[in-house]
């Protein structure tokens, strides 16, 4: 095994031959891409996310290259040091360390106080290789002499080789720096040291100074690793390729960070290539293999090469010392592939390696939250994990964000308490990069993002976080709020970033901006490239998923089901695509009430509480509002307050017993968030229900008055005209919403009603006609044309032929 670079000098080599079984194992660290969960909107909540894991120092192959700090040894004066004393030194300088080691306990038996004895006695340990007495007797220098430089040295150097010497490593080495400010030589010790413990804001902060002061290559090196392992990949790779600048190759143990961030900035192919060679050098399945596959089986995945991933990583299970190398593929490849049964075999031997270490460290414990947190199974463990750590670092603003959301999502914190405390835990924001960055990644698993943090988001990226996802959650936002061509700029920003080149999620949203848009065989011919082209799984059943949902809205929902079967087909117990269908079989009446019913029901029993998926509250905003699941609707507004079909459920129920009290609760929404849209939308909705047309048109108005082209709002208030016969005003608005989605076919259909309620037939039948052109598989078109012409044909005396007999 390899261990992270220690001291140069006479004795260290030689015990690095013979006593193997001491080196401290490489310290890894690991983090996940981030790539985005989908828009719930999108139709999979499952999507998987970009968030980050911190990681930690645990008994792996390999290790971090880092610069020395060479040994002082103080040139003591001849007439103040005993001459024992003098006589163990000489021993120590000609290398002769055992007897150096007899020489200075018999000096410090006859002058116990003797500081150069004491200091001796620990140089001596620590080139003889024994790290443990080593450590203890530079502990008694510095209860002598807390300011002993060459003790604070090797403190801060033989804090690397355990993880329980960190902590006293980085305060030896801060001590140093109080001292000496521009000693980056400690400096750059401390920043591995600190990375070392998953504090990369803290870690980053060193060595933007170091690393601005002509540092060593080895500096280089270590700081490539820390940056790529805290997720800053663009950094990692220009430090890799400043490090091979030198003229130096990357060394092996650092070749997995190589090719980690060379997979997270597009590179995955040479990526692969490197540990391919790698591993094919490799001649047993020692600590440095584990790693090599744990990394290859990432870049197999981020390369749609599933069945080779899970391959390579065939030989890890089972054995206890690949545990944490295998728990960070699975759950990385689980993650992306939405698998959860991955991603649960991973959480799980995540759990056995915390279980099995004594006094884990924090980066180990962070890093195992961040994972549970990701299993609605698993968020109550993941948040006690949490308050452990914000117990011990109370300041530490990213942390506050995670334990926030989860607490949000767990319910245990209403969403206006969420916002309040959110707000109050990122203000200020931090001046540190670092610090900006960690939580700019605390807020990406957010999904989909509140609109009433739009300010945050926009606030880090106005700062320079270098955190391209923020821009996707920007457009998903805007896109929430239906500001559509900001949504597309919010895109494009992301798409112009090496990681958002070659992230086709922004289809995806890009393909519901056309939805909305009106343009349906647009952003049809989007989901279509996307499935076409042999996506990831997690994609596929994304795409396939809106895809269908253009389809209904063509009114082809017979395509839509098809679409959906496809995807249970592909996999049967995928429950969520089992809700998604159902709820078009029913809008679509394929299926009866009760039919639909049976399969919410299905869920309700054998899913857990808080797990979520759009697709539940579509189909509970979608069935008839029932009193039965008034706890139900107050569950999941609890979980997403701003739903509209669910909002409107609860309060339709509620309007059946105090139809006031209904009306006045809609208003308090309005009263707490005046430019909250949806409570608008909400308001005109049960107005409309119960026949108040006159607060549907203030509700409708207020809309219009924030947004003038909101197709969604004109088209409301054109149906409340149409209900109220009040045809010409009607029409108007509709004409408006044809301007500017001029291939909006619920408003053409609309058109075509109005002129059947106008009395005017033929009219009408010609738009249906030309609808039924367009739409050719649409049998409801097929079926009103046929209505339509009975009925002009029984006004002229006309019975049809299928009619006579």
């Given amino acids: 095994m390899n261990r992270c670079k220690p001291l140069a000098g006479e004795g260290l080599l030689a015990r690095d031959k013979r006593k193997d079984s001491i080196l401290v194992s490489r310290f890894v660290l690991q983090a996940a891409r981030l790539t985005p969960p989908a828009s719930t909107r999108l139709g999979s909540r499952n999507f998987r996310r970009a968030l980050s894991l911190l990681c930690l120092f645990f008994g792996l192959a390999g290790g971090l290259t880092v610069a020395p700090i060479d040994l002082v040894v103080p040139a003591a004066q ?161 430090l890799f390729n400043r490090y091979q600048g030198t003229g130096k190759a990357i060394p092996n143990n650092a070749l997995t960070a190589y090719a980690q961030a060379l997979r997270e900035t597009g590179n995955v192919s040479q990526a692969i290539q490197i540990l391919e060679n790698q591993l ?252 076409n082209g042999n996506p990831s799984d997690t994609l596929l059943n994304s795409a396939l998923r809106g895809l269908a949902g253009i389809r209904l809205a063509q009114g082809r929902a017979d395509d839509a089901i098809a679409l959906y079967d496809e995807l249970i087909r592909r996999n049967p117990d995928d429950l969520v695509a089992t809700l998604g269908r159902a709820t078009i079989a029913y809008q679509a009446q394929r299926i009866s009430q009760e039919e639909a019913e049976a399969v919410l029901e299905r869920w309700l029993s054998t899913q857990p509480a808080t797990n979520t998926p759009q697709e539940l509250l579509n189909l509970v905003g979608t069935l008839p509002p029932s009193a039965e699941r008034e706890a139900l609707y107050e569950a999941l507004l609890a979980i997403e307050p701003e739903n509209i079909p669910v909002q409107l459920r609860r309060l339709q129920v509620l309007a059946t017993r105090d139809p006031e009290l209904a009306k006045a609760q809609v208003q308090e929404l309005i009263n707490r968030n005046p430019d909250n849209l949806g409570a608008y939308f909400v308001q005109g909705e049960l107005a409309q229900a119960l026949e108040d047309f006159e607060l549907a048109t203030l509700a409708y108005e207020a809309i219009l008055a924030r947004q003038p082209d909101n197709t969604d709002a004109l088209t409301a208030l054109a149906g409340v005209r149409f209900q109220q016969k009040q045809f010409a005003a009607a029409n108007e608005l509709y004409q408006r919403v044809l301007e500017l989605k001029p291939n909006d076919l619920v408003v053409r259909r609309a058109l075509a009603e109005l002129e059947v309620a106008q009395d005017q037939p033929f009219i009408a039948l010609e738009r249906f006609r030309q609808l039924q052109q367009e739409q050719s598989t649409n049998p409801e078109l097929v079926n009103r044309i046929e209505r339509l012409e009975v009925d002009i044909l029984k006004r002229r005396g006309f019975q049809p032929y299928w009619e006579r007999y």
């Avoid at 030194?89 to 003797?114: E, K, W, Y």
């Avoid at 995945?301 to 080779?308: D, E, P, T, V």
């Fill in 78 to 238: 001849a007439q103040s040091v005993p001459a024992a004393v003098r006589q163990a030194q000489s021993l120590l300088q000609r290398g002769l360390v055992n007897d150096a080691i007899r020489a200075f306990q018999q000096a410090l038996r006859s002058s116990p106080n003797s500081l150069d004895a004491k200091l001796g006695l620990a140089q001596a340990y620590q080139k003889a290789g024994q790290d443990a007495e080593a450590w203890t007797a530079y502990q008694r220098v510095l209860e002598q002499d807390p300011n002993n430089t060459p003790a604070l040295q090797a403190v801060g150097v033989l804090g690397g080789y355990r993880p329980e010497w960190q902590a006293r490593g980085i305060e030896a080495l801060t001590t140093l720096l109080n001292q000496n400010p521009n000693d980056n030589q400690s400096r750059a010790q401390r920043a591995l040291l600190l990375g070392y413990q998953g504090r990369y804001a803290e870690s980053l902060a060193d060595y933007q100074i170091v690393l601005q002061a002509n540092p060593s290559p080895d500096t280089i090196l270590g700081a490539a690793q820390i940056y790529t392992y805290s997720g800053d990949y663009e950094q990692g790779l220009a």
């Fill in 280 to 531: 094919r050098q490799s001649k047993k399945l020692d600590a440095a293999e584990i790693e090599i596959r744990s990394s290859l089986a990432q870049a197999y995945q981020a390369n749609q090469q599933l069945s080779q991933a899970l391959a390579v990583l065939e030989p890890l299970r089972g054995r206890p010392e690949a545990a944490l190398p295998l728990a960070r593929a699975l759950t990385t490849i689980g993650r992306r592939e939405s698998n959860t049964q991955l991603y649960q075999e991973g959480a799980a031997l995540y759990r056995q390696v915390l279980a099995s270490t004594s006094q884990p460290p924090q980066s180990l414990v962070r890093e195992v939250a961040d994972v549970l947190s990701e299993l609605p199974s698993e968020r109550a463990a993941a948040l006690s994990l949490y308050q452990q750590l914000t117990a011990v670092q109370p300041n530490d603003q990213s942390l506050l964000v995670k334990q926030l959301v989860l607490e949000n999502q767990l319910g245990r914190i209403s969403q206006s308490e969420f916002q309040q405390r959110f707000l109050a835990a990122v203000q200020p924001l931090p001046s540190d990069s670092a610090q900006l960055r960690s939580l700019a990644l605390a807020i990406l698993p957010l999904d989909p993002p509140d609109p009433a943090l739009l300010p945050v988001y926009q606030s880090l990226l106005d700062a320079g976080v270098d955190v391209p996802f923020l821009n996707f959650r920007v457009a998903q936002i805007l896109l929430e709020r239906n500001e559509l061509e900001a949504a597309k700029q919010a895109l494009a920003a992301y798409s112009a970033t090496s990681i958002g080149a070659s992230d086709l999620t922004t289809e995806l949203l890009l393909a519901e901006i056309d939805r909305r848009q009106g343009n349906l065989e647009a952003s049809a011919s989007r989901y279509e490239s996307l499935i």
